[in-house]
């Protein structure tokens, strides 16, 4: 027979490898994004369609694409907030932009993280907090777009569907 320490040492190697490379243990996203235009053009569009999404309005049919509150803005960092409309959860997100090759292309780290502090899963919404900003300002079409994250970096990313969430 074995001791019923082994048996909980082994529940917890298995458990904790498990948890640890499925993804965030909080409901979160983080997304790198790469375009072929300056980072003044990705600025204004991301501060643009965060504004234009403030109010209710695109919640109607029953999507997430309203309800963003801008914190501040700068040229190399955006912070914002976004409300759901049902339930009213908060999540915090952020943009940072770097310029390379001499200020004629734009790297974006993103995050979106829920402030909801028991929050594990979340059916994609934070991934979609990020990506419906970039295909509402037009930013999903930019010359050299590039998108890398995976469900690692994104709780649920690929169960997403970001025209509901």
């Not at 190697?13 to 790198?32: D, N, R």
């Not at 204004?44 to 509150?69: D, H, P």
Request: glycine content about 6%; some cysteine.
């Amino acid at each position: 027979m074995y001791p019923v320490g082994w048996f909980l040492a082994v529940f917890l190697a298995v458990g904790t490898s498990q948890l640890c490379c499925a993804g965030p243990l909080h409901a979160q996203c983080k997304v790198e994004w790469y375009f072929e235009i300056p980072c003044q053009v990705v600025y204004e569009s991301l501060v643009s369609q965060i504004k234009m999404w403030g109010t209710m309005a695109g919640c109607t049919m029953g999507g997430q694409r309203c309800l963003y509150k801008l914190q501040s803005a700068s040229a190399h960092f955006i912070a914002a907030k976004h409300t759901t409309p049902f339930k009213r959860y908060v999540d915090d997100i952020n943009f940072r932009l770097v310029s390379y090759y001499f200020f004629s292309c734009c790297h974006i780290s993103a995050m979106s993280i829920s402030e909801t502090w028991y929050a594990i899963k979340d059916h994609g919404t934070n991934y979609c907090n990020l990506y419906n900003l970039m295909e509402g300002s037009g930013l999903t079409e930019a010359r050299g777009y590039k998108e890398v994250t995976s469900d690692f970096l994104c709780t649920q990313r690929s169960s997403a569907n970001c025209t509901i969430y």
